[in-house]
């Protein structure tokens, strides 16, 4: 299949998930409180200080948002999806068509995403905007980077997750595999503690893996606390991370069909 038919499965993602449109109320609700819930939390922690190390209460309540539902989106639906697809055989259809998997799932993806930024960040991000306040880019050159460093930031997801998601071929499920990478996410991308309140050893260890790629250093960029000659050498580290983890991919995916193959012969 030609690359330029690929799009078409992001389109259709979206428009299907218009069909369920209680499932954005549901969304936006939820959402609203998982944020203000740690807004409360840092209006706690910050009680009585101005700022702590140097950072504001501004700046997390951004932070929060940024690091939270902008960038890290729910994986749950994605990964059992596979895992569903992978258990009940549905997954052999596409081995039928002249399309590669794990292609059909970025550009798939892409389409949910899309709509779930559209119809429950954004409005989130307005609500949260209005009662409590959020901050500009620290400059326009970090505007600009952290654009990129959000592109990064949902490929390097996608592919976390399809990895975890491509271990169901071996296992024969995904709930327990979705399980164990949101606690991973929570505590090593620093969508819940930013890498900066954390203890030196951890925070150089976890700021050297690829999670911290998804919601740490685009919020950290996005808020200035990474100088622009200091982001881009994290947005190249970031690019390399991205090759490495496709690459990976690709592999595991060649593991996967040839295992499938055995289990369906």
Same mark, same amino acid.
């Given at each position: 299949?030609?690359?330029?038919?690929?799009?078409? /499965?992001?389109?259709?993602?979206?428009?299907?998930?218009?069909?369920?449109?209680?499932?954005?109320? #549901?969304?936006? =609700?939820?959402?609203?409180?998982?944020? /203000?819930?740690?807004?409360?939390?840092?209006?706690?922690?910050?009680?009585?200080?101005? *700022?702590?190390?140097?950072?504001?209460?501004?700046? $997390?309540?951004?932070? !929060?948002?940024?690091?939270?539902?902008?960038? *890290?989106?729910?994986?749950?639906?994605?990964?059992?999806?596979?895992?569903? #697809?992978?258990?009940?055989?549905?997954?052999?259809?596409?081995?039928?068509?002249?399309?590669?998997?794990?292609?059909?799932?970025?550009?798939?993806?892409?389409? *949910?995403?899309? =709509?779930?930024?559209?119809?429950?960040?954004?409005?989130?991000?307005?609500?949260?905007?209005?009662? !409590?306040?959020?901050?500009?880019?620290? +400059?326009?050159?970090?505007?600009?980077?952290?654009?990129?460093?959000?592109?990064?930031?949902?490929? $390097?997801?996608?592919?976390?997750?399809?990895?975890?998601?491509?271990?169901?071929?071996?296992?024969?499920?995904? =709930?327990?595999?979705? @399980?164990?990478?949101?606690?991973?996410?929570?505590?090593?991308?620093?969508?819940?503690?930013?890498?900066?309140?954390?203890?030196?050893?951890?925070?150089?260890?976890?700021?050297?893996?690829?999670?911290? @790629? !998804? +919601?740490?250093?685009?919020?950290? !960029?996005?808020?200035?606390?990474?100088?622009?000659?200091? #982001?881009?050498?994290?947005?190249?580290?970031?690019?390399?991370?991205? %090759?490495?983890?496709? %690459?990976?991919?690709?592999?595991? @995916?060649?593991? %996967?069909?040839?295992?499938?193959?055995?289990?369906?012969?």
């Amino acid at each position: 299949m030609k690359v330029s038919a690929y799009p078409a /499965f992001t389109v259709t993602a979206f428009l299907s998930r218009l069909v369920y449109r209680n499932q954005v109320w #549901s969304g936006v =609700f939820g959402e609203l409180v998982a944020t /203000f819930a740690f807004i409360a939390v840092w209006t706690a922690a910050f009680s009585g200080s101005r *700022n702590v190390d140097g950072v504001t209460l501004p700046d $997390m309540v951004t932070y !929060v948002l940024i690091a939270g539902p902008l960038l *890290n989106w729910n994986t749950t639906r994605y990964i059992r999806e596979v895992g569903d #697809s992978i258990r009940n055989g549905d997954v052999t259809v596409f081995l039928l068509k002249p399309l590669h998997y794990p292609a059909l799932l970025f550009f798939n993806q892409l389409g *949910n995403n899309a =709509f779930e930024q559209l119809t429950i960040t954004l409005p989130v991000a307005v609500i949260v905007a209005l009662t !409590v306040g959020l901050l500009p880019p620290a +400059s326009p050159a970090h505007g600009l980077l952290f654009l990129a460093f959000w592109a990064v930031s949902w490929c $390097m997801l996608f592919l976390i997750a399809t990895l975890t998601g491509l271990l169901a071929f071996w296992l024969l499920t995904a =709930f327990s595999l979705e @399980w164990f990478l949101r606690g991973i996410m929570a505590l090593a991308s620093g969508a819940v503690v930013p890498l900066w309140f954390m203890p030196g050893a951890l925070a150089a260890l976890l700021g050297h893996l690829p999670f911290a @790629w !998804v +919601s740490y250093y685009p919020s950290a !960029v996005y808020l200035g606390k990474l100088d622009a000659p200091t #982001s881009g050498v994290y947005l190249l580290i970031g690019l390399s991370w991205l %090759a490495a983890l496709a %690459a990976l991919a690709g592999w595991l @995916w060649s593991r %996967a069909r040839h295992r499938l193959v055995v289990q369906g012969g």
